[in-house]
């Protein structure tokens, strides 16, 4: 399902590049335009990274039940490596942030 997201932005990405000018140069309106999209898929995208956070949460809650009074090394790599992953998706979700805070910064350059 998420590649056929990937896929669908694409196309929505490309009809707004071949939207530019027949020269190759876009308006500063078109500029603005793009720009203003891709901050808004950057916004669902980390939406979407967040409530895959808290799935993971949710995988994390019933591993460390069924951990609870057991030892087992199996158990707690699955922990640890679950654990990681909410880790970088944070970091992901964060670094995303500042992409959408950039495009806007520059959208405001522009006028």
């Known amino acids: 399902?998420?590649?056929?997201?990937?896929?669908?932005?694409?196309?929505?990405?490309?009809?707004?590049?071949?939207?530019?000018?027949?020269?190759?140069?876009?308006?500063?309106?078109?500029?603005?335009?793009?720009?203003?999209?891709?901050?808004?898929?950057?916004?669902?995208t980390t939406n979407q990274i967040r409530a895959t956070v808290d799935g993971i949460e949710q995988v994390l809650t019933l591993l460390r039940m069924v951990a609870a009074g057991t030892g087992h090394p199996a158990l707690a790599e699955s922990i640890a490596r679950a654990e990681q992953s909410k880790q970088r998706l944070i970091e992901a979700a964060t670094t995303l942030q500042g992409s959408t805070q950039a495009a806007r910064q520059y959208i405001s350059v522009l006028g």
Do not use: H, P, W, Y
Request: positive net charge.
């Open 1 to 44: 399902m998420f590649a056929r997201l990937l896929i669908s932005d694409a196309r929505r990405t490309l009809r707004c590049v071949c939207q530019f000018g027949k020269d190759g140069m876009a308006s500063i309106e078109q500029v603005k335009a793009a720009l203003a999209q891709a901050a808004e898929q950057s916004n669902t």
